[in-house]
Structure formats: structure tokens, C-alpha cells
């Protein structure tokens, strides 16, 4: 049974930064597309960025690139995803989801099949 669980999360100021870790056990994690994604009450879950298999390419929302970072070390079986320059607006549950998936980067969350409980990320004015 694939598990991921989420860790990082927390409270920060605008302008701060904060580093997501999704451990991931019960896999192969290295076959596996890995995403987080973000939600906020009573709306769906957004895609926020996503990485290949081999780490060797990744996707990003419009609203984060420049900003958030999300790499892989498949060793330790971990995503992460660095956030910086962050903004009130970036306030959601974040969620980590993973696929196994040799081709592409999924962007949406239909797509995964594995997700962790998800890490609260409040950033405050």
C-alpha cells in the first residue's frame, strides 16, 4: 500500500518562504510522477506543481513560477516543494500526489491515484 505523508507546512509572513517535504513509502518511487497540489475550502484542488519519474522535468502553475520549486531525491523516496516569495494568496491545504507514470507530468488531479493527508500553509499580511 502506497503512503505519502506531508510535512513543512506552517504559519509565515508574506514575503517568507517555507519547504514542503512528501515522504513516500509502500512504492517504487522512482517510477512515479509526483504532484502537489493546493486546495482551499469549497473549491476544487488546484494543480500546483508537478516533476517527472527521473526528476528531469517539471511543471508549474502560472500563478507560482518564479517562486516555488519542487524537486525530487528519489534515494530518500521525497518531493519537496520550496515556496518563496509567498503570498496571502498562496494560503490552502497542500496536498502531494503521486502516479506511476513513465511519460509526461500529469497536471491534473484526476490523474493521480496516491495522496498524502495534506500540510495547512497559512500566510498571513
Known amino acids: 500500500q502506497v503512503q505519502l505523508a506531508e510535512s513543512g507546512g506552517g504559519l509565515v509572513q508574506a514575503g517568507g518562504s517555507l519547504r514542503l517535504s512528501c515522504v513516500t513509502s509502500g512504492g517504487t518511487f522512482s517510477s512515479f510522477a509526483m504532484g502537489w497540489f493546493r486546495q482551499i475550502p469549497d473549491k476544487e484542488r488546484d494543480f500546483v506543481a508537478g516533476?517527472?519519474?527521473?526528476?528531469?522535468?517539471?511543471e508549474y502553475a502560472d500563478s507560482v513560477k518564479g517562486r516555488f520549486t519542487i524537486s525530487r531525491d528519489n534515494a530518500k523516496n521525497t518531493v519537496y516543494l520550496q515556496m518563496n516569495s509567498l503570498k496571502p494568496e498562496d494560503t490552502a491545504v497542500y496536498y502531494c500526489?503521486?502516479?506511476?507514470?513513465?511519460?509526461?507530468?500529469?497536471?491534473?488531479?484526476?490523474?493521480?491515484?496516491?495522496w498524502g493527508r495534506g500540510a495547512q500553509v497559512t500566510v498571513s499580511s
Open positions: 516533476i517527472s519519474w527521473s526528476g528531469g522535468f517539471a
Open positions: 500526489a503521486a502516479v506511476s507514470e513513465r511519460v509526461g507530468i500529469p497536471l491534473t488531479h484526476r490523474r493521480y491515484d496516491y
